[in-house]
């Protein structure tokens, strides 16, 4: 399995709840490296874009409000086969459907604050990671 990268976003509640530094923890000892990192509080408009892809969802509105509500953090995540490791180490997106000792069973609190954010393909995690990071700030 090849070498690749993910993108992740630890959500506010997360954040908030003091749970960021369990979740790299986690995240460092499935055997991610990380390779970009930074906590910021994303504007109302930084939200939209990144989730133009839910904008007709009904629970649009919703999302971006709470994605912009406070701070978070964002990472590029390396491992084989990043996407699909991710995800399976994140969880579904509802957390009382989340597989026990996931990162979403664990931390989140909703099926909107689940806790992280992990990329769905290897072409929008380059999206995400360069939504977010200049080449400069990627190890
Ligand atoms: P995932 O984050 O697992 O890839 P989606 O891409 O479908 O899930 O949704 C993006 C985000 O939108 C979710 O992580 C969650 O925060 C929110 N979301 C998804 N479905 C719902 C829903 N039914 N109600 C409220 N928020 C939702
Ligand atoms: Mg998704």
Known sequence: MAI???FT??????YKNGNLGKILTII????FSLKALKI???????AEKFY???KDRPFFKDLVDYMSSGTVAVAI???DNAVEAYRELIGS???SKA??????????????ANAVHGSDSDENAIIEGNFFFKESEIV
């Open 4 to 6: 690749s990268r993910t």
């Open 9 to 14: 976003i630890v959500k506010p509640t997360a």
């Open 28 to 31: 460092e000892e499935h055997g």
């Open 40 to 46: 910021l509080r994303l504007s109302v408009n930084q």
């Open 52 to 54: 133009d892809i839910h």
């Open 77 to 79: 995540l390396e491992k």
């Open 93 to 95: 997106t509802d957390p």
């Open 99 to 112: 597989r026990t000792g996931t990162i979403r069973n664990l931390f989140g609190t909703s099926i909107q």
